[in-house]
């Protein structure tokens, strides 16, 4: 891509409504840009941004065995009265009324679609175990959005259903999607604790949310900090085998790591002294075995091997599209703008011409261009008419993480730079080897999507 065809709107003042380094960066990067409050429009960078995360998102979705599908945003009230949520839902729940008077909503989350989806469709044990998910937008009407797309009202969230046969089926879900969920923020760059939430009215203790941490969280935790040194890494899982996901799950979950909904001064004591942290954390999902509640209230029943009729046993989980996002940001950042995770990054490298017009420097970046292009990745040309520190600042800016620049008194000696964003690191190569050192940077981070 051509940044001079690109729409990048970069902003040189600081945006003064945001009060959060990632909001800022956001903004100032070009990103999105607000049309109401908690509502973006998703500009190109932002837009491309959120593709990725996305797709990763399906890439471990459907590696752990689960299918994707699409439910509308606009539902009827119907099936929410007859689970009781209508009324229980509250002032977050946006209703909107159709020309012939009939009760809508825009979808907060899908419980009583999906069970609706199961019971018209399934009624033999045959069928399950069944997973589904989509990816989708959600309205909640967040009495205080803030902090750009970390709190909208309008968001992109992935919210998975699982419907099993028993309780010890659906822990095998619950499990399978704490593992999916360990590898789909790692890939994104991110560490992402799995914390043991509220599970609300339905209680139990089979919710956990996941939290990054930051300064800017919203949530208050409490963990010990051997949790932050556990990595899923890139080991091999099998997620048909019950006792690997369950082994996960310990790994992961036994050592004390909680929000403040669950936290207990008493079990925290018992974390060694140097070992016990406090911290606030951004929320980037949750894991939820609820058991037969939207089941029983909406009937969703199989029948089993021996020809009884059971409710079929359920749970919800969710991560936070958008929010991931900002998350990523307060996570990745420094004074001068982003640092994007190779997982997630907009485009794989800028490309500075010092000289634009220079006949040499000009064919050298486009041959650059063009040789990335042709290995599949996808860089960022600025080819501007503008001064170099001009271009230098607009890449630090929107985080690229690798930068090439190319200019007349390199290309005398055959070489260009390469330079890391994170590290601040260049080194002189010849164009040909800077190509090659990317493809081989980005082998282990290419995604697919569906
Ligand atoms: P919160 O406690 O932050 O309000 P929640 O627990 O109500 O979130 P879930 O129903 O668990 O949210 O939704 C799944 C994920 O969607 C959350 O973990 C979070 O990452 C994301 N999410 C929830 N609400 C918002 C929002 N208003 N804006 C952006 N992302 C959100
Ligand atoms: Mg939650």
């Known amino acids: 891509m051509r940044l001079s065809r690109y729409f990048l709107p970069v902003l040189k003042e600081t945006p003064s409504e945001a009060q959060i380094v990632s909001h800022r960066l956001m903004l100032r990067a070009g990103m999105i840009k607000q049309s109401s409050a908690g509502i973006y429009s998703w500009l190109p960078l932002g837009f491309k941004v959120l593709r990725k995360i996305e797709n990763i998102v399906h890439e471990e979705q459907v ?32 209703r909107i009324t159709d020309r012939h008077d009939r009760d809508m909503l825009y979808t907060p989350t899908a419980e009583e679609l999906i069970t609706d989806i199961f019971r018209s469709n399934v009624s033999s044990y045959k069928d399950l175990p069944l997973t589904m998910y989509q990816i989708q ?21 992935k919210d998975g259903y699982n419907f099993d046969l028993s309780k010890e089926d659906a822990l095998h879900a619950y499990n399978r999607h704490l593992v999916s969920y360990l590898r789909t923020y790692e890939r994104m760059g991110l560490q992402a604790i799995p914390m043991r939430a509220d599970g609300g009215p339905i209680g139990g203790d089979y919710t ?11 949530s208050e935790v409490f963990y010990d900090s051997a949790v932050t040194d556990l990595s899923f890494g890139d080991r091999e899982i099998d997620y048909d085998n019950v006792e690997q996901c369950q082994g996960v799950l310990e790994e992961f979950t ?76 307060e996570a990745s950042h420094d004074d001068n703008g982003i640092i994007w995770p190779e997982g997630v990054t907009p485009f794989h490298a800028g490309i500075v011409n010092l000289k634009q017009g220079d006949a040499e420097a000009d064919a050298a970046c486009e041959a650059l261009e ?81």
């Open 254 to 329: 036994t050592k004390y790591a909680r929000t403040d909904e669950t936290h207990d001064d008493a079990l925290f004591g018992e974390v060694p002294e140097e070992r016990r942290r406090t911290a606030r954390g951004i929320e980037v999902g949750q894991i939820f075995y609820f058991g037969t509640k939207y089941s029983d209230a909406l009937g969703a029943q199989v029948q089993t091997a021996e020809g009884e009729k059971v409710s079929v046993h359920m749970g919800s989980h969710g991560i936070g599209v958008s929010r991931l996002l900002g998350a990523i940001i």
């Open 63 to 94: 590696r752990a065995g689960h299918i994707p599908m699409q439910m509308p945003t606009l539902q009827s009230a119907d099936l929410w009265k007859e689970s009781g949520r209508y009324d229980a839902y509250g002032e977050e729940m946006l």
């Open 370 to 450: 063009k040789a990335l292009e042709a290995a599949g990745l996808e860089p960022l040309y600025d080819d501007r008419k503008e001064r170099a520190g001009g271009k230098f600042a607009t890449m630090d800016l929107i985080g690229l993480p690798w930068r090439i620049t190319v200019g007349p008194r390199g290309l005398k000696n055959g070489v260009v730079e390469l330079t890391s964003r994170r590290s601040g690191e260049s080194e002189e190569l010849a164009p040909e080897a800077a190509v090659a050192k990317l493809i081989e940077i980005y082998a282990d981070h290419r995604v697919t999507g569906l």
């Open 208 to 218: 956990h949310e996941f939290l990054v941490l930051a300064e800017t969280g919203e």
């Open 137 to 157: 937008w959600k309205f909640r009407d967040e009495i205080r959005p803030r902090f750009g797309v970390m709190r909208g009202r309008e968001f992109y969230m």
